[in-house]
């Protein structure tokens, strides 16, 4: 699963960007931590990617 580039921030409704990274041979796990931050209000959002349930997708 591959996070979203954006989010629409939980408490302005503006435009929130990831800024977590991660390496081309590791790429994000299920569990793993997710930070993003508001272009408008600029609080910070950290998001666990969320496990993949059977039968999603």
Known sequence: MEPDATITCIDCGGVAHLLS???DDDPPQPGD???YRCADCLDRWDLELPVDEPGDG
Do not use: A, F, Q
């Open 21 to 23: 990274t991660w390496p």
């Open 33 to 35: 931590i997710m930070v």
